[in-house]
């Protein structure tokens, strides 16, 4: 008791007063260097898999995840192999923090959906393990073909609205789906990558509720956003695992989020 309450309680409460981030929403990413591919434009794409709080531009550090691939015409190919640590720096946040990076070659026309299954992170602030499915799709070489099939992870969100070539203000429509059935009335959290490529200057939101949007499913687990601006746009639906994980002995909930990420750009 006495142990507890000396060190154990104001250390947790330092740790959330100094890191009041914390609290807010975690976004699983998968950044990729180009979201539609060109016959002029490289065929050799970048990934990056990151765990993050968008808005604020806050990094996790991220263990190798369980699986990365793409699936293309129904196709799996396990990327895992190409993932190298990589060592990231936050541009609110001291230190450094571990994400994970590779190259993957596109070849032939059609959609590239990316897909991750991270190691459990463990979030004491939450007393949980949070999991990420981490989606994002690629089109390439002009066939677009296999953005709205599902990939099977445990949960996911399949778009129903085709999530490239989206300009700023268009809305995205989405399904959660979990264990392959939808979600109703699923819960889905939307921020902004403060840090996407040639976004003008970091947008400081006035208040908490500005940082994460949320949003409600329909009962078929449907949901609409508008993306006001041109960049990265993550969504997370969240459930609770039907399964635990040990911590110490003790048996902990386990967060599983479907995410998704689309790109917007300005007309002009
Ligand atoms: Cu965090």
Redesign the pocket.
């Known amino acids: 008791m006495r142990f507890w309450l000396r060190w154990v309680v104001p250390s947790a409460l330092i740790a959330v007063l100094a890191f009041p981030?914390?609290a807010l929403a975690?976004f699983g990413v998968i950044l990729p260097s180009d979201d539609i591919v060109t016959q002029e434009d490289t065929k050799n794409l970048m990934v990056e898999v990151k765990f993050v709080?968008p808005m604020e531009g806050?990094y996790?550090a991220m263990a190798k995840p369980k699986r990365f691939g793409v699936v293309r015409s129904g196709e799996h190919k396990d990327l895992l192999p190409v993932l190298k640590e990589a060592e990231g720096k936050g541009p609110h946040q001291e230190g450094s923090f571990t994400y994970w990076k590779g190259e993957v070659a596109i070849g032939r026309p059609g959609d590239y959906v990316f897909y991750v299954e991270p190691a459990p992170y463990w979030?004491p602030a939450e007393d949980k393990y949070i999991v990420h499915y981490t989606k994002v799709c690629v089109n390439a070489l002009g066939l677009e073909e296999g953005w709205d099939e599902p990939v099977g992870l445990e949960t996911e969100i399949v778009p129903l609205s085709r999530p490239y070539g989206l300009w700023t203000g268009n809305i995205f429509t989405g399904r959660v789906l979990l264990e392959g059935r939808p979600v109703p009335h699923a819960e889905i959290e939307v921020e902004y990558l403060n840090e996407s490529p040639g976004n003008p200057n970091f947008v400081q939101p006035p208040s908490d509720p500005f940082v994460t949007q949320v949003i409600r499913a329909d009962e078929d687990g449907i949901f609409n956003y508008a993306m006001p601006r041109a960049g990265w746009w993550g969504f997370a639906a969240l459930s609770d695992a039907s399964w635990k994980l040990e911590r110490q002995g003790v048996k902990k909930d386990v967060e599983i989020g479907a995410v998704f990420w689309v790109r917007t750009t300005d007309m002009r």
Do not use: F
Request: proline share 0%; hydrophobic share 45%; no cysteine.
């Open positions: 981030w914390n975690h709080h806050a996790m979030e």
